[in-house]
């Protein structure tokens, strides 16, 4: 882009005074007579155009991506890219918007080109745009570049031809991910109880059958991600005495998210007596995936489901 030069004369700047005052008369005058129209709207664009004008103005999303929470997987995104690329291709309008931001070919597109055009479409996706007449709206996180904050929750709205307009642009923390265990729990085992950091795939620990009854199954996965700053944790306690701190959407046996539960639910044969959120002093958080139906296992003596089985099943 060839940057803008500003010259300054004196000249220039008088006649560029009384254009504007002449301007600003005829401004007055119209509305004075009744004959101001709003701003025209210009060609309307896709949907998938709208909101590549948005993200270009604004920047990319922050939000809890699907292939690395609540674990990453070696190469899952990848993999996804590939096995999602035929349903991305098969929107006409989707697809050619992607191709031809990214300066793509629409023939011939290998691993990584697919992985590009996956990435974009996750973008695309995070952002949610809610029509009013001739424009959207929009509320979305993206990362700060200044200031103290690390994360900004940027709120506007866009005309249906790509004018974006930006109302706020407010401080505010990482997005509250589902990403498992604290690092000092205790899964239940047949030879006792192990620490969470040092199951192992192919491990024997307790989970729940078909038909309901304990039985011990090999471990299938385990995994663990770095949590963003500021995490915060659902820090539990059972009238019983059992206890747990995991994240808030870790999901119960039942299918129940820890962090939608309060004092006084119900919880694996118990009541909960003390329910809080507070600070995660760990980097890590991990979880397990045992063999069997369920997915379940027992933490802390407490029976929970593994969020890898939620991410096998899809939201």
Same mark, same amino acid.
């Given at each position: 882009?060839?940057?803008?030069?500003?010259?300054?004369?004196?000249?220039?700047?008088?006649?560029?005074?009384?254009? $504007?005052?002449?301007?600003?008369? !005829?401004?007055?005058?119209?509305?004075?007579?009744?004959?101001?129209?709003?701003?025209?709207?210009?060609?309307?664009?896709? @949907?998938?155009?709208?909101? *590549?004008? !948005?993200?270009?103005? &604004?920047?990319?999303?922050?939000?809890?991506?699907?292939?690395?929470?609540?674990? %990453?997987?070696?190469?899952?995104?990848?993999? $996804?890219? @590939?096995?999602?690329?035929?349903?991305?291709? %098969? /929107?006409?309008?989707?697809?050619?918007?992607?191709?031809?931001?990214?300066?793509? #070919?629409?023939?011939? &597109?290998?691993?990584?080109?697919?992985?590009?055009?996956?990435?974009?479409?996750?973008?695309?996706?995070?952002?949610?745009?809610?029509?009013?007449?001739? $424009?959207? +709206? *929009?509320?979305?996180?993206?990362? #700060?570049?200044?200031?103290?904050?690390?994360?900004?929750?940027?709120? =506007?709205?866009?005309?249906?031809?790509?004018? &974006?307009? &930006? $109302?706020?642009?407010?401080?505010?923390?990482?997005?509250?991910?589902?990403?498992?265990?604290?690092?000092?729990?205790?899964?239940?085992?047949?030879?006792?109880? !192990?620490?969470?950091?040092?199951?192992?795939?192919?491990?024997?620990?307790?989970?729940?059958?078909? /038909?309901?009854?304990?039985?011990? +199954?090999? !471990?299938?996965?385990?995994?663990?991600?770095?949590?963003?700053?500021?995490?915060?944790?659902?820090?539990?306690?059972?009238?019983?005495?059992?206890?747990?701190? +995991?994240?808030? =959407?870790?999901?119960?046996?039942?299918?129940?998210?820890?962090?939608?539960?309060?004092?006084? /639910?119900?919880?694996?044969?118990?009541?909960?007596?003390?329910?809080?959120?507070?600070?995660?002093?760990?980097?890590?958080?991990?979880?397990?995936?045992?063999?069997?139906?369920?997915?379940?296992?027992?933490?802390?003596?407490?029976?929970?489901?593994?969020?890898?089985?939620?991410?096998?099943?899809?939201?």
């Amino acid at each position: 882009m060839v940057p803008r030069r500003y010259i300054y004369s004196p000249a220039a700047c008088i006649q560029a005074t009384m254009r $504007s005052a002449l301007a600003g008369f !005829v401004a007055i005058v119209a509305v004075a007579c009744g004959s101001a129209t709003p701003a025209p709207v210009g060609a309307p664009l896709t @949907i998938t155009q709208v909101k *590549f004008a !948005v993200l270009d103005s &604004v920047g990319l999303p922050v939000y809890c991506d699907p292939d690395f929470y609540p674990i %990453a997987r070696q190469g899952g995104e990848q993999a $996804s890219a @590939i096995a999602r690329y035929p349903e991305i291709q %098969a /929107d006409p309008e989707l697809y050619s918007a992607i191709i031809a931001h990214e300066k793509l #070919s629409e023939t011939d &597109v290998n691993d990584q080109e697919k992985l590009v055009i996956y990435r974009v479409y996750k973008n695309l996706n995070a952002l949610t745009l809610t029509k009013a007449g001739d $424009s959207y +709206a *929009f509320s979305f996180r993206v990362r #700060s570049t200044s200031g103290a904050a690390s994360y900004l929750l940027v709120t =506007g709205t866009v005309l249906v031809d790509g004018a &974006v307009t &930006v $109302s706020s642009r407010t401080p505010t923390g990482a997005p509250n991910c589902p990403i498992c265990l604290a690092a000092a729990t205790l899964i239940s085992t047949p030879n006792g109880n !192990v620490r969470v950091t040092d199951v192992k795939p192919g491990m024997l620990v307790w989970t729940v059958g078909a /038909d309901g009854a304990r039985i011990a +199954a090999p !471990v299938l996965e385990v995994g663990s991600i770095q949590v963003p700053a500021g995490h915060m944790m659902v820090h539990l306690v059972l009238s019983d005495g059992r206890e747990l701190l +995991a994240s808030p =959407g870790h999901r119960t046996a039942d299918g129940r998210q820890l962090g939608l539960l309060a004092r006084g /639910d119900s919880l694996d044969g118990s009541i909960i007596t003390t329910w809080e959120l507070m600070p995660y002093a760990g980097d890590r958080t991990y979880d397990l995936l045992p063999a069997g139906p369920t997915g379940a296992y027992w933490a802390n003596g407490i029976q929970l489901s593994s969020t890898l089985r939620w991410v096998a099943m899809g939201p």
